[in-house]
């Protein structure tokens, strides 16, 4: 889906050519000869142009949706933590611009066919990009159907900083969680936030586990031994929102008191101690909907619920309307996971640098259920920030710009959460509030950045707060006056 906020201005070709070369990407086509209306038919660039990671996400195509339809095999007892997936995707997607070649991100598996509006089209793959070449050539604004079929083994992929993620094959299952670019380890994807879509599932296992992906249950069919489970999401995604979690999962279903249809999935070998304090933060999810909904505005979607795998990637996430959990659910993890629904989820990061928007606010919500469930207050955990030494290297990091090494750093959750707490005291609560939600509101089903942030903020408080955020979000120091 197309994100709300305006469109870049189209850069000519020249400039694009220019671009293209610099990211070493084959050069655009030329324009026929002596034809100077034909239109120019180039390759779609290799990723959208995000800095941190160059070749996510791909130049040239806008995807509504895509249909996972997946078979998988985990490991056999005792034998190594690898399994076997087998896939079609059947992707619904929109050229933006005239081309003669597009990407899909994919990696670790190999496509054996793709075919482009019903017919088999030439294809090549490396190890981060498979290029599809369909003739006819695609005419910006032709809608068309993109089936690619893949398969191979899976592993445990991790990403940059070496944390397990993507689709990570475990002893009975996988846990399927894909932030930042862990997306194409198991489907080949626009693998950016700013492409937004719905989705589909039909997941294939053994007989006896379950696969648990987003948004609501369609049903379940068993036959010969192998169970397919049917979920569909149609509320816009990012691909690094997307699972397909599969494991010994005991799935409950109810309604919250807003309303949202809940569909939880335990694992059925959490050791007690976890089993209760998980049973325990889960029950409070309707009163958190309810609370968040009071300061974010409506719950975005269709549905919510959590995965809880006794397997652990070594943290939760907040996969769309359906957050994982490693091993237990605490009940702060909920209240982070849950907010993120709204921030994050439903307004996602225009590029990867503007992750403090993510967890600052996730963390800042625990904070706020902290303090209204009795214990510390917001004002409190930011006296605990501001405790920190001024010689602690937690504030070199620029929470505007961590770096790709620094998006899940200590100072993009709790820098990002004193920022916005320190905000709440610059503008006042009725104006810090009215903000959270405006901001929901205005950016929803798309993707924001810091600069819109504090755009917004400025527009909503009535105040220049330049000086404010260079102070909170651009400097490599301790705030001591803002
Ligand atoms: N987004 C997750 C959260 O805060 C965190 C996360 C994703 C993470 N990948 C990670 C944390 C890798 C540490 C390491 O809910
Ligand atoms: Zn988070």
Redesign the pocket.
Known sequence: MPARRPAPLKIPLAAASVLVASLCIAPAAHAAPGNPGTPRYGPGTAGVGDPYFPLAGNGGIDVLHYDLDLDYTPPAAGAPLTGELQGVATIDLVATQDLRSFNLDLRGLTATQVVVGGKAMAFSQDDKELVVSPRPKLKAGAQTEVVVTYGGTTTRPE?I?G?L?GWVTTADGAMVVN?PDGAPTWFPANDHPTDKASYSFEITVPEGLVAVANGLLQGSETSAGRTTWLWDAPDPMAAYLATATVGDFALSQYTAANGTPIIDAIDADLIPENRDITNASLALTGEMLTFFEERYGPYPFIAYGAIVDDDSV?????TQTRSFFSRVAREGTVA??LS?QWMGNHVSPERWSDIWLN?GW?TYSEWLWSEDQGRATAEESFQEVLAIPADDEFWETVVRDPGPFGI?SGAVYDRGAATLHALRGEIGDDAFFALAKTWVAEFGGGTASTDDFIALSESVSGQQLDAFFDVWLAAPTKPVSW
């Open positions: 990403d900083e944390a993620y932030e070594g943290y939760a996430l907040e982070h996971e993120h967890e996730a899940f």
